[in-house]
Nanobody, 126 residues
């Protein structure tokens, strides 16, 4: 059974940092780009960041560029999202997902992600 399990969410204050982790099991995703999405209450799921299969290419939403950093460890089958300078508008459920392809060329297309985690809640208070 293929699973993506996120962890590291929590309640923090504006300006704080959090590191989210995503652990994959059941198969390796070393050939797949991996992405992070988030969904706030009453809003659609939105792209946050993605990393190519090798880690050589990354993509970020404009709203998080310069504050968030995505990384991966293919040996451990994990992906991480370091979130600095958090803002209240970063609040939401964060999802890890595996892209059908290896590059970040279409990283923002939610329909190209075939596997999703259950999500982890991030709440940023002002």
């Amino acid at each position: 059974q293929v699973q993506l399990v996120e962890s590291g969410g929590g309640l923090v204050q504006a300006g704080d940092s959090l590191r989210l982790s995503c652990a994959a099991s059941g198969r390796t995703f070393s050939n797949n780009a991996m992405g992070w999405f988030r969904q706030a209450p009453g809003k659609e799921r939105e792209f946050v960041a993605a990393i190519s299969w090798s880690g050589g290419s990354t993509a970020y939403a404009d709203s998080v560029k310069g504050r968030f950093t995505v990384s991966r460890d293919n040996a451990k089958n994990t992906v991480s999202l370091l979130m600095n300078s958090l803002k209240p508008e970063d609040t939401g459920v964060y999802y890890c997902a595996a892209n059908r392809y290896g590059s970040t060329l279409n990283a923002r297309a939610v329909e190209l992600y075939d596997y999703w985690g259950q999500g982890t809640q991030v709440t940023v208070s002002s």
